[in-house]
C-alpha cells in the first residue's frame, strides 16, 4: 500500500498568514492526490482533487500543487473559518490512503 | 439534491457482526464508485472499501481485508459494508462517499458510529 505522510503535525497560525502544507506519498502517484478539510465532528469537505483542481465552491486562497510523490497544499491568506484539520489522499491506487491530517489552530 | 444517508451502527461485542447500509438519492447511483471511509474516536481518516458501480469489483483496506465485505443495491440505490470479526479497533465513525470522474466526490453521508465493546 502507498503510505502517505505530512507535515507539520500541527501548528499555530493566524489570520492572514499565508499557509503551507506538504504531503508527500511513498511512491509516485502522478497527480492522483486529493486535501480535505475536516471541522470537529463534521465529514471531511474536499478541497482539492487531481492534485491543483479547486472543487467547485472553494474559495480561490486555496490551492494544491505538485506531482509524482511531493505535494503541497497552500492557503493564501488564513480566514477564520479554516482552522480545522488538513488530510491528503492518494487514488492512483487501491487501497487508497490517506496521510494522517495536519491541524491547524489559532495562534 | 446529493443525499447519502448511513444506517446500521451500534454497539457491538468483540467477534461480532453488523451491516452498515447507505441510502443514496439525487444521482445515477449505478453509474457511480462508491467508499467507505472510518475515523476512529479522536484520529484521522482512513480509507476501508470501495466498490465500482456495477458492484463487479471491490477493493479493502488490509486492515479489514477479510472480515468486511463491500456490496450494492442498484435497484434499491443502496450501498452496504457487512463487517464480521469485529474488534475493538474497529470502533470508529463510518462514512460513505462517492466517486466521480475517477477522484473521490464531495459527496459524504453523516456517518454512523461503531462501537465494539464487552
Known amino acids: 500500500a502507498i503510505r502517505m505522510t505530512q507535515s507539520p503535525s500541527s501548528f499555530s497560525a493566524s489570520t492572514g498568514d499565508r499557509v503551507t502544507i506538504t504531503c508527500r506519498a511513498s511512491?509516485?502517484?502522478?497527480?492522483?492526490l486529493a486535501w480535505y478539510q475536516q471541522k470537529p465532528g463534521k465529514a471531511p469537505k474536499l478541497l482539492i482533487y487531481?492534485?491543483?483542481t479547486l472543487q467547485s465552491g472553494v474559495p480561490s486562497r486555496f490551492s494544491g500543487s505538485g506531482s509524482g510523490t511531493d505535494f503541497t497544499l497552500t492557503i493564501s491568506c488564513l480566514q477564520s473559518e479554516d482552522f480545522a484539520t488538513y488530510y491528503c489522499q492518494q487514488y492512483y491506487s487501491y487501497p487508497f490512503t490517506f496521510g494522517p491530517g495536519t491541524k491547524v489552530d489559532v495562534k | 439534491e446529493v443525499q447519502l444517508l448511513e444506517s446500521g451502527g451500534g454497539l457491538v461485542q468483540p467477534g461480532g457482526s453488523l451491516r452498515l447500509s447507505c441510502a443514496a438519492s439525487g444521482f445515477a447511483f449505478s453509474s457511480y464508485a462508491m467508499s467507505w471511509v472510518r475515523q476512529a474516536p479522536g484520529k484521522g481518516l482512513e480509507w476501508v472499501s470501495a466498490?465500482?458501480?456495477?458492484?463487479?469489483?471491490?477493493y479493502y483496506a488490509d486492515s479489514v481485508k477479510g472480515r468486511f465485505s463491500i456490496s450494492r443495491d442498484n435497484s434499491e440505490n443502496t450501498l452496504y459494508l457487512q463487517m464480521n470479526s469485529l474488534r475493538a479497533e474497529d470502533t470508529a465513525v463510518y462514512y460513505c462517499t462517492k466517486h466521480v470522474d475517477g477522484h473521490p466526490d464531495d459527496y459524504w453521508g453523516q456517518g454512523t458510529l461503531v462501537t465494539v465493546s464487552s
Open positions: 511512491q509516485a502517484i502522478s497527480s492522483y
Open positions: 487531481a492534485a491543483s
Open positions: 466498490i465500482s458501480g456495477s458492484g463487479g469489483s471491490t
